[in-house]
């Protein structure tokens, strides 16, 4: 009798997670819905970038020259507090007083205050209008011509936002370590909310300079998604020394290569992050072909070749391995879900699904 009522409760019980799991429903947020994997094509991008207009050691064109010969379509040049744009009027620029300074104690060479034009339509290549706002934390604001205002971060952003322009947040971890007390995930989580042209914020900067950058990311979003999402960005920051060049880049997928459809894959993730730590020369890296999304049954799946492993991560935690991932199995997703693709030392990152629980 008693292994009848063992196996009777053993059988209600599998019964009940079957009917569970078959009336379960998601609703998973896709930032990649509308790519068109076969016909799309994607485009390197670079959207932080110094030369000796500010704190950089090579000119504007030559900082474009290298970005070209790597195979780069998509770049922002942001020098602190200034706006090193059009790329068809460099000759017209001033290279910066710590510049001339740098080149009479021998820290940089004549050719880097020497200024050339360049034509971004005959390098095949997009020009963003940028500007790294250095003060108090380091914004940066791109397809505006904004360059240098007092104020907080909330007044700066806003004059931003009028200019019509989009934001990143550069190395939050730099401020999260010197400052924990203000810049903590909170602060973020409210900078988010009330800017929606603030896109998301850097998770990889000059290599993996700041790894507390992604420990801050997954905070934000367990506050903020699925309802607003924050994407996450991997730029050189590029100032001098070729082994910072080309190690970080993002990867667009786009229909076009214009300014509408860059502007549209910011706003709604359309990209990858990618950091190769032993940069272009190193081994080659992983492809994600397409991603396959079924809310109906849960499932999020990455078509990849070229990979070592895959790890899905919600709340800052790895959750599962593998090219897929099936909700069904979990009930601690915290509101989204991430991969990160691996491959012979590089990682490229997806940006975050949400994940709605019906």
């Not at 240098?148 to 990143?168: D, F, M, R, W």
């Not at 990152?349 to 629980?357: N, S």
Request: glycine share 8%; charged share 20%; aromatic share 12%.
């Amino acid at each position: 009798m008693k292994k009848f009522v063992s196996s009777l409760f053993l059988s209600v019980s599998v019964l009940g997670l079957l009917l569970n799991s078959c009336t379960q429903k998601w609703e998973i947020k896709n930032p990649y819905e509308n790519v068109d994997w076969k016909n799309y094509n994607r485009y390197k991008a670079n959207l932080h970038t110094h030369t000796t207009c500010s704190d950089g050691k090579l000119s504007p064109q030559q900082v474009v020259d290298k970005y070209h010969e790597l195979g780069y379509q998509i770049l922002a040049i942001t020098d602190h507090n200034e706006v090193t744009y059009p790329w068809d009027s460099f000759s017209q620029l001033s290279f910066s007083s710590k510049s001339q300074e740098r080149l009479q104690v021998g820290i940089i060479d004549s050719g880097a205050v020497i200024f050339e034009d360049r034509n971004p339509d005959k390098l095949q290549m997009f020009a963003i209008q940028g500007n790294e706002v250095s003060s108090p934390h380091h914004i940066g604001s791109l397809f505006s011509n904004y360059r240098k205002g007092s104020g907080e971060e909330y007044q700066i952003i806003e004059e931003i936002g009028k200019k019509n322009g989009l934001v990143i947040i550069n190395h939050p971890g730099r401020y999260t370590s010197r400052n924990p007390e203000k810049y903590n995930a909170d602060w973020y989580m409210r900078l988010f909310q009330h800017f929606d042209f603030v896109t998301g914020i850097e998770i990889y900067n000059q290599g993996d300079r700041y790894p507390t950058d992604r420990i801050l990311w997954d905070s934000v979003l367990v506050k903020t998604m699925p309802e607003r999402p924050v994407w996450g960005y991997s730029n050189d920051d590029f100032h001098e020394g070729m082994e910072n060049l080309g190690r970080n880049w993002n990867l667009f997928i786009l229909p076009e290569l214009n300014e509408e459809c860059i502007r549209q894959a910011m706003h709604n993730g359309q990209f990858f992050h990618i950091y190769a730590p032993k940069g272009h020369n190193g081994p080659k890296l992983p492809v994600i072909e397409s991603i396959e999304v079924s809310s109906k049954k849960g499932i999020i799946k990455i078509n990849s070749i070229g990979h070592d492993s895959i790890q899905w991560i919600s709340g800052g935690k790895i959750v599962s391995t593998g090219n897929s991932i099936y909700l069904s199995k979990f009930t601690d997703i915290n509101g989204y879900i991430r991969a990160e693709i691996f491959g012979q030392g590089s990682v490229i990152g997806t940006q975050p699904f949400g994940i709605v629980l019906k």
